[in-house]
């Protein structure tokens, strides 16, 4: 397989937090080195609780 066909994955991490979001729709902490890794990109969200805390009107 050569480079320009290899298929990124998108990993959502909340904008407070940094938390990621996993398939399973739970929230860890992973380490930030994660993004270095060119197979992935990381796209910012916002986990549960972090919503509760910042838009609590929302």
Do not use: F, Q
Not at 7 to 13: D, E, H, R, S
């Amino acid at each position: 397989m050569t480079d320009n066909k290899k298929k990124k994955t998108i990993i959502a991490i909340c904008s407070h937090c940094e938390k990621i979001r996993e398939k399973k729709g739970t929230w860890k902490v992973v380490d930030k080195s994660i993004h270095k890794d060119k197979e992935i990109a990381l796209s910012h969200s916002v986990c549960p609780e972090c919503r509760k805390k910042h838009y609590k009107g929302i």
